[in-house]
């Protein structure tokens, strides 16, 4: 049985990214585009569209090409935007980047994607000089003031070296334009192949259940480095010709401060925001009377402390659902039916966007209402990813999408997000994959096998536990492994718990099983 999208199916413009987003920006004028809610730093709709060019023309004199990388290193401020549009109207793809990376994860994904220029913020320079240094990459531009004797160049320079460019011809189906990272059902982070018409397609789509406009403001914590904060924030913010204000990281205070200031109209959340909102004093201080719509996305999402926070913040919150492979959203509540469709649901399917539910690692469908594996087909599905196609070919199959999470559909056509069947941890929304922590946990001379899993965590909703069989005859502590991984990895990744073990439960095949772990947890 397939399930399909209540609304009429939808042309996908046969645009760029660039041209489909800031097609209108010059029109819009002196309108704000984006805001830095911190330092109030601002960019107006007609600068961005000739900030743009000047950058694809500069990167273009630089060599930039099609089918060229371009890495994105940086928290959200508003000269991201120019920075993302300037390459990908150069014709290469942007590979968004998170800051918070050791110098190694940053070199991981720099190589990887085989990157040639890094664009990155004042904050981070340094540690993008270094993955320069040890990676050969001849090009590093900073969003603001390189410090002095760093040998690196400002992107304001940058941006005035060369001719303006107009559009390029390049084929929107088949031209990546964004190359995220994900570890998708299995294994360690892939670069996800997103072309034009995958974003240009997903923002059409969610367009015709949001309608998001010129007299919206939307604030912009989440990051613009993952798909959440690049598709569903920011260029849908742009392409609607809203505002979208700016702030570097989550501080409750400060975030309820810009919402009051900038009278936001949309905000957008991650679980862990909810959870601040729903119990932190001092939220009924501001004035959030202009917000309208609240949407939250990336992990699951409780009713009751969904309930606690819409009480204080005056505005209901419903939830998105999607995955970095489709660009991200598959299902969203429209804004018309905000009210009728209940808060611990995903809502409904978004035009172009067909699904079916399976049994788990089957090709069979399950009986109507029952839950399955979801998989989910349509225009915002990923090319694939990057120099691996054998998971692209597990992933993908006759155009589905397998997500890897067990679903329930209702009979009003409203989908619930059940379980995650996949291996992926999500600590804060962020993704952690398993055999990334374990491949650093083996690089321990005590360590003869290791397997993780995500387990409950009250701040981040889940977070890594490890499962360590040391080598016999080495002694070592807990202590000592947490802090060889924490010394390896972003800090959200961290290896939270970890228990030592005789034996990790596997599979005849060698398959570490995960879910055997995590039913003697429960
Ligand atoms: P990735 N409830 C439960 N789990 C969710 C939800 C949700 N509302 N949204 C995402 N997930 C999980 O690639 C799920 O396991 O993209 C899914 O397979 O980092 C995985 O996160 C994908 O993680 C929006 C707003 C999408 C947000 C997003 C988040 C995309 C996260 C569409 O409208």
């Known amino acids: 049985m397939i399930y399909r999208s209540p609304l009429p199916d939808i042309e996908i413009p046969e645009v760029t990214l660039t041209e489909y987003v800031l097609g209108a920006a010059a029109g819009f004028g002196d309108k704000v585009a984006l805001l830095d809610g911190v330092t109030g730093e601002r960019i107006t709709y007609a600068e961005l569209a000739t900030g743009v060019s000047a950058c694809a023309g500069a990167l273009a004199a630089l060599g930039v090409r099609p089918g060229d990388v371009v890495a994105l290193l940086s928290h959200n401020q508003p000269r991201y935007a120019l920075a993302l549009h300037g390459a990908i109207a150069a014709g290469a793809a942007v590979t968004p980047i998170n800051p918070v990376?050791?110098?190694?994860?940053?070199?991981?994904?720099?190589?990887?994607?085989?990157?040639?220029?890094?664009?990155t913020s004042e904050q981070v320079a340094e540690k993008a000089a270094e993955v320069a240094r040890q990676t050969g990459i001849a090009h590093v531009f900073v969003l603001g003031e390189p410090a002095a004797g760093s040998g690196l160049r400002g992107f304001d320079e940058l941006r005035n070296s060369g001719e303006p460019r107009p559009w390029l011809d390049i084929d929107p189906a088949t031209t990546v334009a964004a190359l995220p990272f994900s570890?998708?059902?299995?294994?360690?982070?892939?670069?996800v192949r997103l072309s034009h018409r995958n974003l240009v397609a997903n923002l059409a789509q969610t367009r015709v259940g949001w309608r998001i406009t010129s007299d919206d403001v939307q604030a912009a914590v989440l990051p613009f480095f993952h798909i959440y904060g690049f598709t569903i924030i920011l260029n849908s913010g742009l392409l609607g010709g809203a505002t979208v204000v700016t702030l570097p990281r989550f501080e409750l205070d400060g975030y309820l401060a810009a919402l009051a200031e900038q009278r936001v109209t949309r905000a957008y959340f991650a679980p862990p925001m909810v959870l601040a909102l729903a119990d932190a004093p001092g939220v009924e201080n501001y004035?959030?009377?202009?917000?309208r719509y609240a949407l939250c996305g990336a992990a699951p999402l409780d009713v009751a402390v969904t309930e606690r926070a819409e009480e204080r913040l005056g505005c209901l919150i419903r939830q998105g659902y999607g995955m970095t492979e489709a660009s991200p959203g598959t299902h969203q509540v429209f804004d018309s039916d905000f009210p009728t469709t209940p808060p611990g649901s995903v809502g409904r399917l978004s035009p172009n966007t067909e699904a079916r539910l399976v049994r788990p690692g089957t090709n069979i469908d399950v009986e109507p209402g029952e839950t399955g594996e979801l998989l989910v087909r349509g225009p915002q599905v990923m090319l694939g990813y990057l120099d691996n196609p054998e998971a692209t070919e597990e992933t993908i199959t006759d155009g589905?999408?397998?997500?890897?999470?067990?679903?329930?559909?209702?009979d009003d056509g409203v989908f619930w997000i059940v379980d995650r069947l996949k291996e992926l941890i999500k600590y804060k929304g962020?993704?952690?994959?398993p055999a990334e922590?374990?491949?650093?946990?083996?690089?321990h001379p005590a360590v003869a096998d290791a397997a993780v899993i995500g387990v409950p965590h009250a701040e981040g909703g889940e977070a890594p536990k490890a499962f360590v069989v040391p080598k016999a005859a080495a002694t070592v502590e807990a202590e000592e492994l947490l802090t060889w991984v924490a010394q390896r990895v972003a800090p959200y990744k961290k290896v939270r718990q970890l228990e030592f073990v005789d034996a990790i439960p596997k599979s005849p095949t060698g398959k570490i099983l995960r879910r055997v772990l995590k039913q003697q947890q429960a």
């Open 101 to 119: 990376f050791t110098p190694a994860e940053i070199a991981k994904q720099v190589t990887a994607s085989r990157a040639k220029v890094i664009i």
């Open 183 to 191: 570890s998708g059902t299995t294994g360690t982070a892939k670069g």
């Open 287 to 291: 004035d959030l009377s202009p917000l």
């Open 400 to 410: 589905w999408l397998h997500t890897g999470d067990l679903v329930r559909v209702d």
């Open 430 to 433: 962020y993704q952690v994959a």
């Open 437 to 443: 922590l374990e491949s650093v946990l083996l690089s």
